[in-house]
């Protein structure tokens, strides 16, 4: 396992890390078992950092690390938990709460479903366009003060809300939705995270399976409703994807393990999330980091899949509109 920092002074993690989200929602049903095997062995690769979100699975996800962290193993990893999405009790998101008491709120019950004192990265999972940024960190920060969370990261923001949020309490990483198939962040935000020295934490690298070859799974699967799964867009996009694994095979690597080599590449504090459900699709995973792309390799797998030919939006259009990062704004 390699090992970076999110930005040059802050703490050391995995250069992977195992996003944990798909464990307990979002593609259909997953087994407990192979989701706590799929934990311990990230742990046992060296992956320090598991991502969870209080609101995956109503708090279930949450519970799962708790019993899949047993046993000391808490102590071994950084706990990255996002907040704020509030959920009604069919599963439906219902909007944002990111004031201040509602933060604290949050966070009691995550320690208690974590069975732990603290959280290592604790972040808003989208703004909440009712409260001021400067009001949602500078109340993390009072839980930083306390010794219940160690440091603070964002999620989903735009490059104004990334400046006033770490003028308030330094950020050490913006999580976002980045890939092959996703590169609207080089535009505007990333030139900004190089600036303050804030981490990039990208998720989505294999867009949401679709560069891996992975197709919705049917009822509780929300790609049924991805615009990129639908109809001639699924077709082009599919392209996309034979492409890249074309490209892969000639280099001996898989399509997945390309696709975060490619991630991997684009910083020293870049650190990409996993969402593996099983150690196969882990192992798999794991293989990006004896890749080592030259600047010539990256820009030719840029030209295989460009970005401008990808089909439909990574969300539906009406979630498009609520994404603080997808506001082309000056920074």
């Known amino acids: 396992m390699e090992y970076r920092n999110l930005g040059p002074n802050g703490p050391r993690v995995s250069a ?9 929602h979002a593609y259909g049903p997953s087994d407990e078992a192979a989701s706590i095997a799929t934990i311990h062995a990230a742990q046992e690769a060296g992956i320090t950092w598991l991502d969870t ?6 708090g279930h ?5 708790r019993e899949a962290l047993k046993g000391g193993r808490r102590d071994r990893v950084f706990l990255a938990v996002k907040f704020g999405a509030q959920r009604d009790p069919t599963g439906a998101f219902i909007g944002f709460d990111t004031r201040p008491a509602a933060i604290k709120t949050a966070l009691a019950y995550t320690l208690q479903r974590l069975g732990t004192d603290h959280i290592d990265l604790y972040q808003p999972a989208r703004l909440d366009p009712a409260v ?15 010794g219940y969370v160690r440091h603070i990261g964002l999620s989903e923001m735009g490059p104004a809300t990334i400046r006033r949020a770490h003028a308030t309490h330094p950020i050490v990483a913006l999580q976002i939705e980045y890939s092959l198939m996703s590169r609207a962040p080089e535009a505007e935000i ?13 998720y989505g690298v294999l867009s949401r399976g679709l560069l891996g070859g992975s197709l919705p799974a049917g009822r509780g699967d929300f790609r049924t409703h991805s615009p990129r799964f639908q109809g001639e867009n699924l077709a082009r996009n599919r392209k996309l994807a034979e492409a890249l694994a074309a490209f892969a095979a000639e280099r001996g690597a898989t399509a997945v393990q390309m696709a975060f080599a490619w991630a991997l590449a684009k910083g020293k504090h870049v ?6 459900r099983t150690p196969a699709r882990l192992q798999e995973a794991l293989g990006a980091l004896e890749l080592r792309l030259t600047p010539e390799d990256i820009a030719a797998l840029e030209a295989a899949v460009p970005a401008e030919a990808v089909a439909g939006t990574r969300y539906p ?15």
């Open 271 to 276: 650190v990409p999330l996993v969402g593996a």
């Open 61 to 65: 996800n949450e519970m799962l690390l």
């Open 53 to 58: 979100g209080d609101f995956y699975g109503m």
């Open 132 to 146: 001021p940024i400067e009001e949602t960190v500078g109340a993390i920060a009072d839980l930083v003060a306390a």
């Open 317 to 331: 259009a009406e979630h498009m509109g609520s994404l603080d990062s997808e506001r082309r704004t000056a920074a």
């Open 190 to 202: 990333l030139p900004v995270l190089e600036e303050l020295g804030i981490a990039l934490n990208p």
């Open 16 to 24: 992977l890390g195992l996003g944990c989200m798909g464990m307990s």
